[in-house]
């Protein structure tokens, strides 16, 4: 055996580079066609020429400049010590499921890359996931395994999974989200009609409605809608106060579970002049976010209040609202009521008409953003 890997050695070693990079690949690719691990991608990494490497067009991963100079300092020190994840576009161009940064670095550091002769290492995904959506979900799984991902793209993503007829439950099997964190980053793009096939349940699930499946819209209905949304603000989700105050993690603070999360609200919401001051402050500093919910009619204007007060107030985000279950009927009507007064405070100071509590019910969450 040792004398069979010699030769091998032997007619390969004296070779110009680039014919002996392509002989090492083909003999670790006939190696790898014949080990017990050849369906595992890292048994055959292989080192690809950096021009026919390129970044795709939907990553949602981004690291700050302090930590992309911290991946230079590692990979000059270290060396590779994780290959590229990619798919083949053919026979010799590849495109970047996962490691667009080590691919940067390989191309831009000059140290690196003349370290490597212009070479990258890389790792094919399966062949089963050849298609664009496939090689998007991959990329995101990546990106949520290590818990770095730019939440508009993921937005973006989720939005296109969607319209390539992609249910809730195919993309919370195949991204790993639940589905509450789907319907979030549906909220964010601003695109109200990949709602238009989910239900949702009652009351304080802000981002909640009725637990009734939206009816076929007529032209009369379409035409209410126009008429509505004349009179809605809308403001992009990078204006939203809420958003860097942690309205749309998906994850509780520091320390606590979503049990932990959950009684704080209970707490909170019983504890009516506390959840007053709060709904002072959300209309009060929070001007982008209160025009853009609160004159959306077709929401639950009051549940989004109530979310929305324990976010500026706490920094627990709207997904652990269960806590408002918890709470007594006498204590959840004395919540509803305080915070269907804030809503016509806010109404009336912003020169719109006050509602009675039947116009404040929740209608079409789909019309949510």
């Not at 576009?89 to 212009?118: A, L």
């Not at 981002?207 to 809605?232: N, P, T, Y």
């Not at 919540?335 to 804030?342: H, L």
Request: with cysteine; glycine share 4%; charged share 30%.
């Amino acid at each position: 055996m040792n004398e069979l890997v010699q030769k091998l050695i032997n007619s390969i070693k004296d070779l110009p580079l680039n014919e002996k990079v392509n002989a090492i690949n083909s003999a670790r690719e006939a190696i790898h066609n014949i080990s017990p691990f050849k369906n595992e991608p890292v048994d055959f990494v292989k080192w690809v020429g950096g021009g026919n490497v390129h970044a795709n067009d939907y990553n949602p991963n981004s690291v700050a400049p302090p930590e992309m100079e911290l991946l230079r300092v590692s990979i000059n020190a270290d060396g590779y010590t994780q290959p590229i994840v990619s798919m083949a576009d053919d026979d010799s161009t590849f495109e970047v499921i996962d490691g667009f940064h080590r691919n940067r670095c390989g191309k831009e550091y000059p140290e690196i890359n003349q370290r490597v002769h212009g070479y990258l290492p890389l790792v094919q995904i399966r062949s089963t996931q050849e298609d664009k959506t496939d090689r998007m979900a991959s990329t995101i799984r990546h990106n949520r395994a290590r818990g770095k991902h730019k939440v508009e793209s993921m937005s973006e993503i989720v939005i296109e999974l969607k319209k390539r007829n992609w249910s809730d439950a195919k993309i919370s099997k195949n991204l790993g989200m639940d589905e509450d964190e789907i319907l979030r980053l549906c909220q964010i793009s601003g695109l109200t009609e990949v709602f238009s096939s989910d239900s949702f349940s009652q009351a304080w699930d802000a981002v909640i409605m009725d637990d009734e499946r939206l009816s076929v819209i007529d032209e009369g209905d379409v035409e209410q809608i126009e008429q509505d949304d004349k009179c809605r603000i809308f403001h992009e989700w990078q204006d939203w106060e809420c958003f860097p105050a942690g309205f749309y993690k998906d994850k509780p603070p520091q320390g606590m579970t979503v049990s932990d999360c959950e009684e704080k609200y209970r707490e909170f919401l019983s504890d009516l002049p506390r959840f007053e001051f709060a709904l002072n402050r959300v209309i009060s500093e929070w001007r982008y976010s209160c025009e853009h919910y609160l004159t959306n009619e077709r929401m639950n204007r009051i549940a989004w209040l109530g979310q929305a007060s324990l976010c500026i107030e706490t920094g627990i985000a709207s997904r652990f609202c269960g806590g408002y279950n918890l709470l007594t009927d006498e204590q959840k009507e004395l919540a509803d009521k305080k915070a269907f007064e804030y809503l016509n405070k806010w109404l009336v100071a912003n020169n719109r008409q006050e509602l009675t509590w039947e116009d404040a019910q929740s209608k079409s969450q789909s019309d949510l953003y």
